[in-house]
């Protein structure tokens, strides 16, 4: 009987704890920069780095991370595309001093793009 019971709380915690990976993995990705670019204050190196948002579509608050560590913050928004994309992208936009800025980013069979600075 201890065993069912022992058995059956396994079950409920694996439930629980895989719907709350799913949830998570549902606001991040993986994207790549092959050249140096500026998100808010900070100049980020090729390389690398994941994305993770929160908040409201229209208003995400966006951690921008390498190696497990947050190395720039923005804000921003979720905008929906017509069709999933075909792979990851990463747009940037040039600045007024010719830096170039993240501008928006694309994951990989999602129909929904990340904007930086809310364009």
């Known amino acids: 009987m201890k065993f ?8 409920i ?10 949830a ?3 606001h991040s990705g993986n994207f790549t920069l092959a050249d140096t670019v500026q998100v808010g204050s900070t100049q980020l190196a090729p390389g690398n780095y994941k994305a993770e948002w929160s908040g409201p579509a229209n208003d995400v608050k966006i951690e921008i991370m390498q190696n497990g560590k947050t190395v720039a913050t923005a804000e921003g928004e979720i905008k929906d595309l017509h069709q999933p994309s075909p792979y990851d992208a990463v747009g940037v936009k ?3 001093d010719n830096t170039k800025a ?3 980013i694309d994951f990989n ?3 929904e793009a990340l904007v930086v600075g809310g364009e």
């Not at 069912?4 to 079950?11: D, K, M, R, T």
């Open 4 to 11: 069912v019971q022992y058995f059956g709380s396994f079950a």
């Open 13 to 22: 915690v694996a439930v629980v704890l895989s719907v709350a990976a799913f």
């Open 24 to 26: 998570k993995n549902s």
């Open 94 to 96: 040039t600045l007024p």
């Open 102 to 104: 993240l501008a928006e």
């Open 109 to 111: 069979k999602r129909s």
